[in-house]
């Protein structure tokens, strides 16, 4: 199953859905952008409070001074939840629509099946402008500015964890309004929530960097931009669209990989950070790798007790594991993560420009997580892998952007980050569910530990995941096909099955030392199904040791 453009599933194609649904305040331009965005693609659309007036036969004003605004919103809502089910264009809703309890449940299952919410962020000060001037609006009787206000303050919290694109006008005309809006349709969207985060979105596609200063917001004055040497050509990128938004930036060149992740390196951030006056106000931006982007997290997460801060993952491996999710942390001479905290972003930037400029071995490490996540829970991820394992191993970044790749890549991206989204949504904290995303980790960390993280981290996860199939089939969880799909799969990938560049000793000690171990007890994250994953506790001690003798052979 491939992914268009929309985000819909193309097996899906049959089921009517609107393009786009757009929300926002009063006087955010809904109506004047929306019918801009439908006209570049061709599309119908509808107005939700001029549909209204058509099925009620008067103007909204009148209706709501006859019949009240309870009576109004139940045809709103009714009228609303008949649109989604049939109507195949740009759908622009009243500014109070989405505070309608059924209206927000239909706008979930919306986007659960494929769909864009799309939030206008005007500013202030243009919306009530534009509010005041069109005039017939009951909500805004009175003290137009005043009501405008308030209404913000209690719609604006809802609008933004309802919607799952977000996109700020201030300044723009509505044909540039539309053109942004345009640009954010053609992005895959991961909306990250939960009970105890912050929602945020994970944007994939191609020039999503653009959208910085966007997530970034007003508020901050100073932004500091940690990034490494090789990906200078990024930075400079990044750089530019700060400044140009008005940022004061701080540029903080940090060690590769994980010699960059240590209390040292943070240390002298700290130091710098306070020389130059950064306040709780201001932000930090991670761009990098997955060292530099728990780096970043773990610098946003301590300075001021909390800072605003965006990632913008420039590796494979990093748009589907370390840059979402909210773990934060610098390695210790005693581990890799062992040190760190649970602070969400803002907001990910999954750039697939970025991924044109990675050797093929720095590409290919990053499908060890890809396939993990296909092991634990989407297991369409396997079948992809699978397909399209010969181009992904032949990767070439000089041909990548514009290929028939680029889509294949952003697909895969687009399901891991579903999956670890889903996870971490349940389970900020890795109580629980989350630790399920370690799948292969135990033995993974332990083999970049001895190898002093000359083996990269997808490759050593690689490893662990055989190790533990090895394990699971010992114990009866799972059959020896499933361990040779397992290795199969890897190897068609370029990735490695085995390791035999340490004693079993050393390993189990560095495995008693993983985060999942409880006092002495070995806790490993196993199959019993494609796609389904078991907690195994204690497991028989000779078992371990079989498992590791059979990927060291």
């Not at 019918?35 to 107005?47: I, N, Q, S, T």
């Not at 569910?433 to 135990?442: A, D, I, K, P, V």
């Not at 204690?538 to 059979?550: H, S």
């Amino acid at each position: 199953m491939s992914v268009e453009r929309t985000g819909r599933p193309a097996g899906e194609s049959h089921v009517i859905l609107p393009y786009a649904v757009i929300i926002g305040m009063m006087g955010a331009g809904k109506t004047r952008v929306g019918k801009e965005v439908a006209h570049m693609l061709g599309l119908p659309f509808a107005d939700a409070d001029v549909e209204i007036e058509r099925e009620v036969g008067m103007k909204i004003p009148a209706y709501f001074e006859r019949f009240g605004e309870p009576a109004f919103r139940e045809v709103e809502r009714d009228l609303i939840l008949d649109m989604l089910e049939d109507f195949d264009g740009v759908f622009s809703l009243g500014g109070g629509a989405p505070m309608t309890p059924a209206v927000q449940k239909a706008l979930a299952l919306y986007i659960e099946r494929g769909g864009k919410v799309v939030y206008l962020m005007a500013d202030p000060a243009e919306a009530m402008e534009r509010a005041n001037r069109g005039g017939g609006r009951p909500m805004l009787n009175g003290d137009a500015d005043a009501r405008w206000k308030k209404l913000y303050k209690e719609r604006d919290p809802v609008f933004q964890r309802v919607a799952n694109a977000h996109v700020r006008t201030r300044g723009l005309t509505p044909q540039m309004a539309a053109r942004k809006v345009m640009d954010m349709l053609a992005e895959r969207t991961v909306h990250v929530t939960g009970s105890t985060i912050e929602p945020y979105d994970v944007a994939i596609g191609e020039g999503v960097m653009n959208h910085l200063a966007d997530v970034l917001g007003p508020k901050p004055v100073r932004v500091a931009l940690i990034h490494t040497q090789p990906v200078q050509r990024h930075s400079d990128r990044a750089r530019t669209l700060l400044r140009q938004a008005g940022y004061e930036v701080s540029d903080i060149v940090i060690p590769d990989a994980e010699r960059g992740k240590t209390v040292d390196v943070a240390n002298g951030i700290w130091e710098r950070l306070g020389d130059e006056g950064f306040t709780r106000s201001d932000a930090i931006v991670g761009l990098g790798g997955g060292a530099a982007t728990d780096l970043a997290g773990f610098i946003a997460a301590t300075w001021m007790r909390g800072v605003r801060y965006v990632n913008c993952p420039t590796s494979l491996l990093a748009m589907v594991d370390a840059s979402t999710g909210g773990k934060t942390g610098v390695n210790t001479a005693a581990g890799k993560n062992l040190v760190g905290s649970f602070y969400t972003p803002a907001g990910v930037l999954a750039d697939v420009k970025t991924l044109a400029t990675l050797p093929n071995d720095i590409f290919t490490e990053g499908l060890g997580e890809v396939a993990k996540s296909g092991f634990i829970m989407d297991t369409e991820i396997l079948r992809i892998l699978e397909e399209h394992a010969d181009e992904l191993r032949a990767f070439d970044g000089a041909n990548f952007l514009g290929s028939g790749l680029q889509d294949v890549v952003a697909e895969l991206i687009e399901r891991t980050v579903s999956v670890k989204a889903k996870h971490v949504s349940a389970d900020l904290k890795e109580a629980g569910m989350r630790e399920f995303l370690n799948y292969g980790h135990t033995m993974g960390h332990a083999i970049e530990k001895l190898e002093h993280f000359r083996w990269r981290h997808g490759n050593a996860v690689a490893v662990g995941m055989v190790y533990v199939a090895e394990l699971a089939c010992l114990l009866g969880y799972i059959d020896a096909d499933l361990v040779d799909y397992h290795r199969s799969l890897l190897s068609s990938l370029g990735l490695p099955i085995s390791w035999n560049n340490g004693s079993f000793d050393d390993v189990l000690a560095l495995m008693h030392k993983d985060k999942k171990a409880r006092g002495n007890t070995l806790r490993f994250v196993v199959l019993d199904r494609p796609g389904h994953v078991v907690h195994l506790e204690n497991p028989p001690a000779d078992a371990v040791r079989e498992a590791f003798e059979r990927i060291s052979r």
